[in-house]
């Protein structure tokens, strides 16, 4: 079943009896790919989902990788921004086959990659959460989900996390349940369409775009409860 607004909403008031909203808005920064940006992410459905109580600035950009994003020079523009939050998405391209000036090895020099970010972001003021990838929804012939090669960066998220003690939006976990509760059918409502009209099974066309940011505004108020509506 899809995750109503509505609902939401409720679930978003629930933890912040503990926190007054101030003024200001909380300003989070969003670093990662074309699953993360405005155009086919998640992006536009978190921003929308937890309204004026955030400010979000999206600089997540297609195609990119923990390590093209900092090697095209984007990642300054995210500390520059002088976010109280910064959440770092990035797996999709990383992944052996992106070629040698994005992937990564989940177990190396991704983690390093991840670690500095952390460090950096922390040193500009900013207070860093790593978010795992977004699922592949892909199913077998039986209709079962199908993991795939995402698995083992979503492992080192944690892995980093754990090691600098830094909070984890769990992402590839509530969009895998997600998959399987809605099934191939329901999945296809979530799911862009390619230039030639065939299903996009990475990124997200409108509905996807919300309910995925929904499952995103839901698990950044969990570790921000200030950040609810």
Known sequence: MLFRFATLSCLLAAPVAAQVATATPIKVVLVGDSTVNDEGGWGTGFRDTLGNAVKVVNLALNGRSTKS????????AALAEKPDYILIQFGHNDVPGKGPDRETDAATSYRDNLARYVGEARAAGAKPILVTSIVRRVFTPAGKFKPDSLVPYVEAVHAVALGL????MEMYERTREQ?????????AKLNAVTKDGKPDTTHLGPEGRKQVGILAAREFVKLVPGAGK
């Open 69 to 76: 994003f900092r090697d095209e020079g984007h990642w300054p």
């Open 165 to 168: 003690n830094v909070p984890v």
């Open 179 to 187: 998959a399987e509760q809605l099934g191939p059918e329901g999945c």
